[in-house]
C-alpha cells in the first residue's frame, strides 16, 4: 500500500514513520522546504524518544520519504491523510480549520484517482462532512471517500502509542474507506487491538471526548489533592485507594501544577464552544478548563507561601520547563504560568530543562539560563520541580542542600518522598501530600 501524509509536525511524522515501519510506503508533504530539508538530511524536528532512528532506519528501507511537493506525493496513493494543526483561534477558543480545509481543496485538485481522505487531525463534529462537501465540489463527483482517523498519541511515548494502542479508532461512511483503513491497520490486528468502526461524527466527538475526561480525571485528583494538603491526607494514597476499583483506573491520577500541552488545553476549549453552540453545553469541562487554568497561577502562590510569603530578592532555581518529560514541547506548560508570577514578585530565577531550553528562551524573559541541574541549583533560596524529567528523580541531595543558600524545595510532581527529604534536612512541600 501507498499513503501520503499531509503535514509533517508531530502527529504526521510520527503516524508516517510508524505506518511505514508496517511495511508501507509513506510519502511526508510538508508546504515548509526548509523543515523538508532537514528530514531528507535525518535531522528530526522535534524530540520524540527513537524517531529519529525509525525514521532513519525506514528511509533507508525506502519506504519513508519526504517531499514538498503535494501532487508528486499523493500519487497513486490508497490513502491520504492530513495531519495539519488545528490550533485554537485566537478570541473564541475555537480550533481554526483553515489548514485543514486548504488541504483538503489541495489533495481534491491534486490526486490523480479514487483514494480515502483521512482527517488525522484533532477537528470538531462536522469537519468530516465539510471535508467532504470542498473534495466533491472540486473534483465535481463523488471519487474520493473521506474518513476520520483520530490519534491517541502521547508526546514521549509517541511510538509505542502507535505500535501498541488501546483501540484504533476509524469513523467512515463507506465499505470502500472502511476496507482501505482496515488494511492499513492490519499489523495491529497481531496484538488484538479493538478497531472501532463509526460514523464521521462519532469518531470526530470519541478524540474530544476522551481528551476531556483525562482532562477532567487530572483536574480531579488535582483538587482533592488541595483538599488532602487541608485535612492532613494523602492525595497519592487517594489515587491508589480510587485507581484499584476498575471503574476508575489508576491512570491519569498523578497530581500536580495541571495540565498543560498542545491538546488538553486546546481541545477541552474547543469541545466546550462545540458544545455550547449546539444548546448541549458540557458545564463539567467549562469547569475543568477554568479550574486549570486558575491552578497554573495558583501554583506561583504556593512556592511564596513556602518561602515565607514573599520572594523578593531570592534566588529560585527550577527545574524543568516544558509541559511534561521527554518532549522539548513548552506549549501551555505550567512553567510559562509560574516563572513570569515569580518574577513579579521580585524573585531571580536560574532554571534547567534537559530538551526545553531552546523553546523556553524564545518564551521566557529574564531567566538565567543554566547548562546543567546543579548549575540551577547553585545559590538558591529555593528549589522548584516543575517537570518530572527522569534526571531529577534522584539528585544526589546532599550535593544539592550544600549547593542551595537555603534547603527549601517545591516538588509540584511529588517524585520525592517527604519523609526522605525531612530526613536530609530540607524544608520540603509537595503537591497533596502532609509535610
Ligand atoms: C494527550 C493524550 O494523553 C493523548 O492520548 C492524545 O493523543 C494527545 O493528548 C493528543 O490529543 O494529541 P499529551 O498531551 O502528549 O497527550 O500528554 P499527556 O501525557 O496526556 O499529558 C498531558 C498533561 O497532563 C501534561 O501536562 C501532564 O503533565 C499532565 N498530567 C497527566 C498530569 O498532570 N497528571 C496525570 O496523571 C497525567
Known amino acids: 500500500m501507498r499513503i501520503a501524509m499531509i503535514g509533517t509536525g508531530y502527529v504526521g511524522l510520527v503516524s508516517g514513520a510508524c505506518f511505514s515501519e508496517f511495511g508501507t510506503d509513506v510519502v511526508c508533504v510538508d508546504k515548509d522546504a526548509g523543515k523538508i530539508d532537514r528530514l531528507k538530511r535525518g535531522e528530526i524536528p522535534i524530540y520524540e524518544p527513537g524517531l529519529d532512528q525509525l525514521v532513519a532506519k525506514n528511509v533507508k528501507a525506502g519506504r519513508l520519504s519526504f517531499t514538498t511537493d503535494l501532487a508528486e506525493g499523493v500519487a497513486g496513493c490508497d490513502a491520504v491523510f492530513i495531519a495539519v494543526g488545528t490550533p485554537s483561534r485566537r478570541g473564541d477558543g475555537h480550533a481554526d480549520l483553515s489548514y485543514v480545509f486548504a488541504a483538503a481543496e489541495e489533495v481534491a ?41 483520530p490519534e491517541f498519541l502521547r508526546e514521549g511515548s509517541a511510538i509505542e502509542d502507535f505500535m501498541r494502542p488501546d483501540r484504533v479508532v476509524i469513523g467512515a461512511d463507506t465499505d470502500e474507506a472502511r476496507e482501505t483503513l482496515r488494511a492499513l491497520y492490519r499489523p495491529l490486528y497481531l496484538n488484538e487491538t479493538p478497531i472501532l468502526f463509526t460514523a464521521l461524527e462519532t469518531a470526530e466527538l470519541i478524540k ?49 501544577p495541571g495540565y498543560g500541552g498542545s491538546c488538553f488545553p486546546k481541545d477541552t476549549l474547543a469541545l466546550v464552544r462545540t458544545a455550547q453552540e449546539a444548546a448541549a453545553p458540557i458545564r463539567i469541562v467549562e469547569t475543568v478548563v477554568e479550574v486549570n487554568e486558575a491552578r497554573k497561577r495558583r501554583m506561583a502562590e504556593k512556592v511564596v507561601a513556602h518561602c515565607g510569603g514573599s520572594v523578593e530578592g531570592l534566588t529560585i532555581g527550577v527545574l524543568g520547563l516544558t509541559f511534561k518529560p521527554n518532549t522539548d514541547d513548552m506549549r501551555d506548560a505550567p512553567s510559562l504560568a509560574i516563572v513570569p508570577a515569580l518574577q513579579q514578585g521580585g524573585a531571580t530565577l ?36 516543575i517537570t518530572e524529567w527522569n534526571a531529577f ?39 497533596g501530600r502532609p509535610a
Request: hydrophobic share 40%; glycine share 10%.
Open 350 to 385: 536560574r532554571a534547567y530543562d534537559p530538551e526545553g531550553m531552546a523553546e523556553a528562551r524564545r518564551l521566557l524573559d529574564g531567566v538565567t539560563w543554566c547548562q546543567d541541574t546543579y548549575e540551577a541549583i547553585e545559590g538558591a533560596d529555593c528549589l522548584v520541580i
Open 208 to 256: 474530544y471526548a476522551a481528551n476531556a475526561f483525562l482532562a477532567m480525571k487530572i483536574t480531579f485528583i488535582n483538587e482533592v489533592a488541595d483538599l488532602c494538603e487541608k485535612v492532613g491526607a494523602d492525595v497519592q494514597q487517594v489515587a491508589r485507594g480510587i485507581g484499584l476499583d476498575g471503574r476508575i483506573g489508576g491512570k491519569f491520577l498523578h497530581a500536580g
Open 109 to 149: 485538485t491534486a490526486v490523480d484517482g479514487p483514494t480515502v481522505l483521512v482527517t488525522k487531525s484533532t477537528v470538531p463534529v462536522g469537519t468530516g462532512r465539510k471535508v467532504k462537501e470542498i473534495v466533491d465540489r472540486v473534483r465535481g463527483g463523488g471519487d474520493i471517500e473521506v474518513a476520520s482517523n
Open 393 to 431: 528523580r534522584n539528585l544526589d541531595l546532599e550535593r544539592v542542600r550544600g549547593l542551595m543558600k537555603r534547603p527549601r524545595i517545591v516538588d509540584l510532581r511529588n517524585i520525592y518522598k517527604p519523609e526522605d527529604m525531612a530526613e536530609q534536612g530540607f524544608d520540603y512541600l509537595s503537591v
